[in-house]
Nanobody, 120 residues
């Protein structure tokens, strides 16, 4: 019954910026790592960025220096600030949360995906 709701996708020109946001709701005891994945047409899903509950971050090389992942532990939200967007960033972006629904139940939750289109 955990749900992740995303917002912020849209159409932008190359060089522009977008900020994606994801809010988790439902039965959540604690969220461990959160992350953003993306899938471009005809390609496999790719891990873009992750962030732990302590704030440690990792990025795929292609977005380093351009994207920033952040989270608010109290509100169970994660955001992805995307700057200097390129046409190759065009994809459906998915929010992910590795969490404990209870002290004994671990699960992996996914958002529905939000489309980011970068035009040249």
């Amino acid at each position: 019954q955990v749900q992740l709701v995303e917002s912020g996708g849209g159409l932008v020109q190359a060089g522009g910026s977008l900020r994606l946001s994801c809010a988790a709701s439902g039965r959540i005891f604690r969220i461990n790592a959160m992350g953003w994945y993306r899938q471009a047409p005809g390609k496999q899903r790719e891990l873009v960025a992750t962030i732990t509950s302590a704030g440690n971050t990792n990025y795929v090389d292609s977005v380093k220096g351009r994207f920033t992942i952040s989270r608010d532990n109290a509100k169970n939200t994660v955001a992805l600030q995307m700057n200097s967007l390129k046409p190759e960033d065009t994809a459906v972006y998915y929010c992910n949360a590795d969490l404990l629904a209870t002290t004994f139940q671990k699960l992996d939750a996914w958002g529905q995906g939000t489309l980011v289109t970068v035009s040249s």
